[in-house]
């Protein structure tokens, strides 16, 4: 197994020790949805910000006691405590206030997060809602909640996104490893659409939107404000935002979002205490705009609805009916999808809105006495949507159906009492079927390749149910391996993406609109694979084969013929897209649901710009970088500002078990790399070759983090790139993202020997320089084999040149003359923990080198920074040694599972590595 995988598990752990969990997990008495008054309230209007004209606006995410709608058994009224958006001074409201843009007008807005000061030790709890902290998390280790707010359907730069792992916590005390700036930049550069902004922090995401961190973003082009100027379309006051999202509630009218008792399979490692994330979520309350059951005094004219579903897990199939539990369906005309007018309006009897999902609609109420009432009703299943029988019934994927949702509850979302005489200043719009609203959508002609992807279902390292996405060439993957997906700027890519589930999922790229092109059946097997989890331990993944496809597509249906962003994607079919992917950088691809989203179904993908498949970078290029981007250099070399570069090192320490950065900040990363691809002195074989290991990792991940110079430029070097003969008889491997992996556990190897002249352990770093230096240089080919002792020597150069070619020859003698520079200061290096995590015992090694003895001091130290154990204290020779931790204090008692560091100290050199002991 990649042991980078290991390192990973930091970001899990670490949570729950710098945290008090003070939520019971026992479920408390909950409000009774089926006896709770409905249709009572009237429906929440969200305030609006007016951003059609240029500015900056301050938005902050905080907490507040809001007064929703609910009563307790005997009718008083209850709070309820969420979170908000709002501009900053004027107070927050869930749903937050829905911005109005113009198309092409940009706008800046700082998204501030003011949340209260949860998960910092000795703060009220870890969260308002209960933190599961053993899947994939966003992790700050100061402690605050990480948030980063997403323009769900925005063509949005890569650093304005919102990218999940691009979270800050309170005042940007700490920021992800994506985290670029402070001020997001929406260009508004695409046509009229009903958007919206939601929360998107790694692992955190349904619990923050649950919270309430979600509102509209209403963007307005030329030609929809003239088909409302002209009275085509419905405006002004008979224009409303609909958000549905459904809830639970504790009987004191506080949030409740269950967290145990999930489903598990045996044979998997016992599940920690605590809250645990649930496959879904389907709760018993429908909220319209915050408020439960809603009404919406109308009068007898056409209205807009921007509908939108933002639940977490709930499908719902909407009627307009004239009758709360029967009567006659009403016609909805749809004029919109997610991202844009329909050139037609479609007419409905009803809808099918998965997560993540918005419709336009217009609904006529024209005509209707004064005292008539209209129903918004739900006839979505109450679990897994899995599609519709032919007969029009919920599909229970097995040939029977589903029982549609509870009429008495979540059946029933919003009522329409038609109570106010018609105003006659404003006209009733004059769209119907055959309005044009807009010029027909040109087909998207197919430039790029066609990507195979696949949704998968597969269990994590406990038993319980993961979700999963991958390719149908290479299985499953988690969010955390390498990328597979690199589509180049411009190109119109069609991806066909293959549902190897039970159940249907709404799927949602980033930046792009997408054109749906068809649907159809197929039959497979899924073989079970290991599949590695964040932590280092293994669940189960899984390849699609046997493909073999129905003969069957069907086009999209008649409303979804427009620009999507989200589509519906059926257990059993390959979903076709297309999509121009139109701006460069990282973006991500992902199931909507939320609960899917946080347990590991969504990946990242990376828009590169042509001409730069392998664009690598060479040593003396990051060893500029590395040692003056900090120093902001005048001379024009410096191609990144210093907080890209400590963001590529703490992407190059979490792909690397070698390069052991956990303990340091960003500037004192910066300083190890530079010491890395910068050494004093000579330079022997093995700072070479981890030099040149060092060079290699940056070009991967500056170009999986998809930022490019200050002149423009990309750096680049794909994991799918094909590597040539040299790489493949070193290591046996074809790719770079086959390589990374091998070098690391080589070099982790090579670190446990002491012998710096062995004529075996040389040979193996000059492989690794041999074949890394002719890709830091563009040039993965070119050598057939390599074998060291038929070399001669080049002493002009104290490492590896190439020219024509090919290597040019290189000895053992020359490569022993390069060690001959031992330092004169002793100093330690302190090679990786086996195993960590561990449970028993961790074996601790660390070499002495120069030539002097000088006393070294080993301890053990718990997160809180007392000391747990003191496991050497004494004289050292200079060479490798090993120490022994069995997981007990100095008085013989076992400790409990979680972080520690241990510390070594050699002479005047201290270093701090940490530990995940686990029970």
Not at 106 to 117: A, F, S
Not at 545 to 562: A, I, K, M, Q, T
Not at 690 to 709: S, Y
């Amino acid at each position: 197994m990649n042991p980078r995988f290991a390192r990973i598990a930091f970001v899990a752990s670490l949570l729950v020790l710098t945290s008090t969990i003070s939520l019971a997990l026992a479920t408390p008495p909950l409000l009774d949805a089926t006896g709770h008054p409905k249709f009572v309230n009237p429906l929440p209007i969200p305030g609006r910000i007016d951003a059609t004209a240029p500015g900056s606006f301050e938005m902050e995410m905080a907490e507040t006691e809001q007064q929703l709608g609910l009563v307790d058994p005997t009718g008083q009224p209850l709070t309820t405590t969420v979170w908000g958006y709002g501009l900053v001074g004027d107070g927050v409201t869930y749903p937050g206030p829905s911005f109005v843009a113009s198309k092409e007008v940009p706008i800046t807005i700082t998204w501030h997060n003011n949340l209260p000061d949860y998960n910092f030790p000795g703060g009220p709890a870890p969260h308002l809602l209960p933190v599961d902290p053993n899947i994939h998390i966003a992790h700050p280790i100061l402690g605050g909640i990480p948030t980063v707010t997403h323009l769900h359907g925005g063509h949005t730069e890569s650093a304005s996104d919102g990218l999940p792992e691009a979270w800050f916590t309170q005042d940007f005390a700490e920021t992800g490893p994506f985290w670029i700036k402070a001020d997001y930049t929406y260009d508004n550069d695409q046509e009229a659409a009903t958007l919206w902004y939601h929360d998107h922090a790694l692992g955190v995401t349904r619990l923050n939107v649950y919270a309430g961190l979600a509102g509209f973003y209403l963007l307005r082009d030329a030609n929809e404000i003239s088909l409302s100027t002209m009275n085509v379309l419905p405006h002004g006051p008979y224009e409303i935002e609909v958000a549905v999202q459904d809830r639970m509630f504790a009987e004191d009218g506080s949030l409740f979002y269950p967290s145990e008792d999930p489903e598990i399979e045996p044979g998997f490692p016992p599940l920690p205490d605590g809250p645990s994330i649930l496959p879904e979520f389907f709760g018993d309350f429908i909220l319209v705009n915050g408020a439960p059951w809603p009404v919406l005094s109308l009068e007898p004219r056409k209205y807009r609805l921007r509908l939108l579903n933002g639940s977490d897990s709930r499908f719902y199939v909407f009627e307009i009916r004239d009758d709360m539990m029967g009567g006659t369906a009403r016609t909805l005309l749809q004029i919109g999808t997610d991202v844009g007018l329909l050139p037609f309006p479609v007419s409905l009897d009803r809808l099918l809105l998965g997560p993540g999902e918005r419709a336009d609609l217009v609904v006529d109420f024209s005509g209707s006495p004064l005292g008539a009432e209209f129903y918004l009703r739900n006839f979505g299943p109450d679990d897994p949507f899995k599609g519709f029988n032919p007969d029009g019934s919920l599909s229970d994927g097995e040939g029977g159906a589903l029982d549609p949702a509870d009429p008495f509850t979540t059946g029933q979302v919003l009522k329409f009492a038609v109570n106010q005489p018609l105003d006659p200043e404003y006209p009733d719009a004059t769209v119907t079927v055959g309005t044009r609203l807009r010029d027909d959508i040109n087909a998207l002609m197919q430039t790029g390749p066609t990507r195979q992807l696949v949704l998968f279902e597969g269990l994590d390292g406990f038993g319980r149910l993961q979700p999963l996405l991958g390719t149908l060439a290479t299985g499953s993957k988690a969010w955390f391996e390498l990328l597979t997906e690199f589509p180049i700027l411009d190109d119109v890519e069609i991806w066909e993406i293959y549902n190897a589930t039970e159940d249907a999922h709404p799927i949602h790229l980033h930046l792009v609109a997408f054109q749906l092109l068809n649907r159809e059946s197929f039959v497979g097997s899924v073989e079970e694979e290991p599949q590695v989890q964040h932590d280092g331990g293994v669940g189960v993944g899984g390849i699609l084969e046997n493909v073999v496809l129905g003969g069957d597509p069907r086009g999209p249906e008649p409303n979804e013929e427009g620009w999507k962003d989200t589509a519906v994607m059926l257990p059993g079919e390959v979903t076709r897209v297309a999509a121009r992917f139109d701006r460069s950088g990282r973006y991500v691809w992902h199931c909507h649901i939320l609960s899917h989203e946080d347990h590991e179904m969504m990946r990242p993908y990376l828009v590169v710009e042509p001409g730069v498949a392998v664009c690598p970078r060479s040593a003396g290029f990051w060893k500029q970088q590395a040692c003056h981007a900090c120093e902001e250099a005048p001379n024009g070399r410096v191609k990144f500002a210093c907080d890209v570069i400590q963001t590529v090192t703490l992407e190059m320490d979490l792909k690397s078990d070698f390069l052991d950065w956990s303990s340091l900040e960003g500037p004192d990363r910066v300083e190890a790399m530079c010491a890395i691809v910068d050494p004093e002195g000579s330079i022997p074989h093995r700072n070479q070759a981890e030099r040149q290991f060092a060079t290699f990792l940056a070009n991967v991940c500056i170009g999986e983090l998809g930022i490019p110079t200050r002149n423009g430029d990309f750096v680049s070097l794909p994991p799918g790139a094909e590597l040539g003969p040299v790489c493949q008889v070193t290591f046996g491997v074809d790719t770079i993202g086959a390589l990374l992996p091998v070098v690391d556990e080589e070099l982790i190897d090579l670190a446990t020997y002491s012998e710096p002249f062995d004529e075996d352990v040389i040979g193996r770093y000059t492989a690794v320089i041999a074949c890394l230096d002719l890709i830091n240089n563009g040039h993965p080919e070119g050598v057939v084999g390599f074998d060291p002792e038929a070399c001669v020597a080049d002493g002009n150069d104290p490492g590896i040149a190439f020219g024509d070619s090919g290597l040019l020859p290189l000895t053992l003698e020359f490569l022993r003359s390069l060690s001959v520079g031992a330092p004169e200061v002793s100093s330690v290096d302190l090679y990786r923990p086996v195993p960590n995590p561990f449970s028993g015992s961790v074996r601790m090694a660390y070499a002495v080198e120069g030539i002097h003895a000088l006393p070294v001091e080993i301890v053990i130290f718990d997160v809180h920074g007392r000391r747990v154990r003191t496991l050497a204290n004494r004289t050292e020779e200079p060479g490798t040694h090993e120490v022994v931790w069995e997981g007990r204090d100095d008085a013989g008692n076992e400790t409990a599972a979680g972080i520690y560091f241990y510390r070594v100290a050699v002479g005047d050199q201290t270093v701090v590595r940490r530990l995940v002991h686990m029970r």
